[in-house]
């Protein structure tokens, strides 16, 4: 048995609040497409000021060119696995169920 993917929603409301809203509808959006799929996900919204504080998220350091180059623009953005797949808006479902996908335990 595989261990549940690991979904992390890199959030900057704390920087902006009226990112905020973006939050919520990305999240709603990521269990639909996780229901859509039949996959498990630890699924965690985590500050970009949490995730500078922590060595548990120095995976994210990936996406700070990005946000050198673009600032608040690239947000939110989500991360699988410790793996940057989105950035800069909130996705379809569709395009959601594309990326976890990628995830799917092959086993039977």
Known sequence: MTEKMRVILLSFACCNPKLAVHDQQYLKIIQEALKRTGQEAQLDLVHVTEAMMSKRYAFMSEIMPLFD?????IAPAIFVNEKLELFGG???VEKLVEVFSKYRDPSP
Do not use: L
């Open 69 to 73: 180059k673009y600032g608040s623009a």
């Open 90 to 92: 909130v996705p379809t």
